[in-house]
C-alpha cells in the first residue's frame, strides 16, 4: 500500500493537479502555494492553581489575493504550524469556490480545551488575540469558530480586539447573536453539506426520500446536516459522537436526538436505537456517508470497505489522499470538503456583512441566501467535472484555483 500523505502535503498535491491541469507557469505555482504571511506565538497563561504554563499558537495566512484573509481558530492537541498552514490553504480554495470576497487563513493552539476550566480558557483566549491582534482586523484578517472553539470563544476575542482597536463586532464571525452574530450561521456548514449531498443523489438517479444516511460526527456540523437530510425525506440510519453510536435502519428521529444533545447528553442516551461501534459506522451499508468530526478517518485500512456510493465531506479532509483514490477506483463518488463544508464560511460572510451595514437579517433570509451559493458552487464544479471526466474533487479545485490566478494576475502579482 502506498504510504498516506499528511495534511499539508495531500493539500498542495491537489493544488499540484490543478496547476498542471490548469496549465499555469512555476511562478505562478509558488505564488499559490506560499503563505503571505504566518505567525508563531507563544502564550504564558496562569492557571487556576496558580501555576504558569505556556501555550503555543499559530495563524496561516495563505492568501489574500481575493479579499481579507478568513478561517477558523482550533483548539486541538494536534494543531501546530503544518496543520495550520494546510487548513489556510484549504480555506483560499474554499472561499474561490463559493465565491465569496475573503482569502484564506486558518490558526490554531495546540490544546485539549477539555482539559481547561473556562477561567483558563478565557484566559487562553485572551492571550492569543493579544498576540495576533496587529495582524488581525475587520478588512484585514477574519477568525471564525473551528473545532475546540465555539461562539464564546468569539466573545472573547471580540471583546479582548476591541479593548485595544474600539468596538468592532466585524472582527470575527460565528459569535453569540447578542454580539452581532448571524442567525443560522451555527447551522450553515451542515446545512450547506445536505444541500449538496441532496444535489449529488439527484445526480445519481434517486432522490432523498428513497436514500439512507449515516453520519460521523454529532456535533454543530453533523447534526445540521442530519436535520436537513431528516427534513429532506432521508433515512438517517446511524449518528456518531465522541462517546459512541447508534443505528436504526428504520429511520432515527432526529429532532428528538437533537432535544436529548441540546439538553447535554450524547447521541448514546437514546434510547429507541442499538448501539454501533465508532469504526463500523463508516463501512455501514447505506446509499450517503457523512464524515463530519475530524480529518483522515476514511484511510487505505478501511476505504475498500465502505459501502455508501456518496460521501460528502462534512469535515476537512477527512478522506485521506490515498483512500480517495481507492474511492475513485470503486466508482464512490466524494463530494470535496472545499465544496461540502463551505456552508460556514458562505455564513460568515453574511454575518461580515450584516457587521458592517449595522443590519440583520432574518434567518429565511440567510438560509434562502445560503442554499443558492451553495447550489452555485456545487452547479460550478458538475460542470468542470462534465467537462474533463474528472472527480468532484478535481473539478473543484481546478475552479478554485483558477479563480484565484486570474486575481493574482489582475493584481499584478503574476504576470
Known amino acids: 500500500m502506498v504510504r498516506d500523505s499528511s495534511m499539508l502535503d495531500g493539500t498542495i498535491a491537489s493544488l499540484d493537479t490543478a496547476v498542471r491541469s490548469l496549465g499555469l507557469e512555476d511562478d505562478m505555482r509558488e505564488t499559490l502555494v506560499t503563505p503571505w504571511r504566518e505567525i508563531q506565538v507563544g502564550m504564558p497563561v496562569q492557571m487556576d492553581d496558580g501555576k504558569v504554563r505556556v501555550f503555543h499558537g499559530y495563524r496561516s495566512q495563505h492568501n489574500a489575493s481575493r479579499g481579507p484573509y478568513k478561517g477558523g481558530i482550533r483548539y486541538h492537541p494536534n494543531a501546530d504550524l503544518a496543520h495550520t498552514r494546510a487548513l489556510g ?28 476550566s473556562n477561567g483558563e480558557l478565557n484566559r487562553l483566549t485572551r492571550r492569543y488575540t493579544m498576540s495576533i491582534h496587529h495582524v488581525i482586523g475587520v478588512n484585514r484578517d477574519i477568525p471564525a469558530p473551528d473545532l475546540g ?85 432521508a433515512k438517517v440510519i446511524a449518528v456518531s459522537d465522541v462517546d459512541g453510536a447508534i443505528i436504526n435502519t428504520s429511520g432515527l428521529d432526529i429532532p428528538a436526538l437533537l432535544r ?95 457587521n458592517i451595514q449595522v443590519f440583520n437579517w432574518e434567518l429565511e433570509r440567510v438560509n434562502r441566501e445560503l442554499d443558492k451559493k451553495m447550489n452555485k458552487a456545487y452547479d460550478v464544479t458538475k460542470a468542470q467535472a462534465d467537462r474533463n471526466g474528472g472527480s468532484m474533487r478535481k473539478a473543484a479545485f481546478d475552479v478554485a484555483v483558477n479563480r484565484v490566478a486570474e486575481t493574482i494576475k489582475i493584481r499584478g502579482y503574476v504576470g
Open 260 to 354: 436529548i444533545v441540546l439538553d447535554g447528553g450524547s447521541v448514546s442516551d437514546f434510547v429507541d436505537a442499538d448501539p454501533l461501534d465508532n469504526a463500523d459506522l463508516l463501512t455501514l451499508d447505506c446509499d450517503v456517508l457523512i464524515p463530519a468530526a475530524i480529518e483522515d478517518v476514511i484511510t487505505p485500512m478501511n476505504a475498500p470497505d465502505v459501502r455508501a456510493g456518496i460521501i460528502i465531506e462534512g469535515a476537512n479532509r477527512p478522506v485521506t489522499s490515498v483512500a480517495d483514490e481507492i474511492l475513485a477506483d470503486a466508482g464512490k463518488n466524494v463530494i470535496p470538503d472545499i465544496l461540502a463544508n463551505a456552508g460556514g464560511v458562505i455564513a460568515s460572510y453574511f454575518e461580515w456583512a450584516q
Open 89 to 116: 490553504m484549504l480555506m483560499t480554495w474554499k472561499t474561490a469556490l463559493a465565491d465569496v470576497p475573503f482569502g484564506g487563513a486558518k490558526g490554531g493552539v495546540s490544546v485539549d480545551p477539555r482539559e481547561l
Open 149 to 233: 472553539t465555539s461562539a464564546q470563544t468569539m466573545a472573547w476575542i471580540m471583546d479582548a480586539y476591541g479593548s485595544i482597536h474600539g468596538h468592532t463586532p466585524g472582527i470575527v464571525t460565528g459569535k453569540p447573536i447578542e454580539l452581532g452574530g448571524s442567525l443560522g450561521r451555527a447551522e450553515a456548514p451542515g446545512r450547506g453539506a445536505a444541500v449538496v449531498g441532496c444535489r449529488a443523489i439527484v445526480d445519481s438517479g434517486s432522490t432523498p426520500d428513497q436514500c439512507t444516511v449515516a453520519v460521523q460526527g454529532f456535533g454543530a456540523v453533523g447534526a445540521a446536516a442530519a436535520q436537513t437530510m431528516f427534513d429532506n425525506g
